[in-house]
């Protein structure tokens, strides 16, 4: 025979039991909806981020950006993020030989120099990309000389745009207590505002729960 305060507990786990159960599937459904929806969300990209991301995207070959490549060459290195005008700022150092390729040479002028380089910050899909590339700056006259006649004689010898792409850094997390991933499986961005010391970026993500 039952007590009569164990009765009570007995008959007070039924809806216990219940309850659970409901929070259990309730949750299961809450799960279920992360897949395949996509949510408004913000991202805010302080300057030293934003250094490590151009440095890891864009000056990702031995830590040179090439602005022409091959026996005759120009690359900036040294890169140094900042935010200005609605623009980012890149002070970096220009190493080049400019000139006529013949056979296995180039045959110009050895040139380097500190130069200052701008874009302004649109989003494209999952991507951030620096638009509106431009020199602003060349510390020394003789090379800014160079590479007026280069641009002129090419059309351009800075890149239109580089993309440096967001969706890689969201790596799948698990849900404290459970066994449960979550990863991103799609991202566009919506927005891209550059302030006076970060970027702010406002997109959609969908997530999967597995």
């Given amino acids: 025979m039952w007590s009569k ?16 159960r409901q929070v259990l599937f309730v949750t299961c459904l809450s799960l279920c909806g992360f897949i395949g929806r996509a949510f408004a969300s913000e991202l805010v990209i302080g300057r030293e981020a934003l250094q490590t991301l151009v440095v890891a995207s864009v000056f990702k070959d031995q830590g040179r950006w090439y602005l022409a490549k091959g026996k005759c060459y120009a690359y900036l290195e040294r890169p140094h993020v900042a935010l200005d005008a609605g623009r980012i700022i890149i002070d970096a150092h220009l190493s080049s030989q400019l000139g006529l390729t013949v056979g296995d040479s180039c045959i110009g002028a050895e040139m380097m120099s500190d130069v200052r380089v701008s874009g302004k910050l649109v989003g494209s899909g999952s991507h951030i990309e620096i638009d509106d590339i431009r020199i602003d700056n060349v510390q020394d ?3 800014r000389k160079v590479i007026e006649l280069l641009q002129s004689a090419t059309g351009g010898a800075l890149p239109k745009s580089v993309n440096i792409d967001l969706l890689p850094l969201l790596k799948p997390t698990s849900v404290p207590g459970t066994d ?3 990863s991103a499986t799609n991202l566009a961005i919506a927005k891209v505002t550059t302030l006076a010391d970060a970027v702010d970026v406002q997109f959609e993500i969908e997530l999967r729960a597995r």
Avoid: M
């Fill in 5 to 20: 305060s164990e009765w009570l507990d007995g008959k007070g786990a039924v809806p216990k039991r219940r309850f659970r």
């Fill in 141 to 143: 006259e003789s090379t």
């Fill in 180 to 182: 449960i991933k979550v």
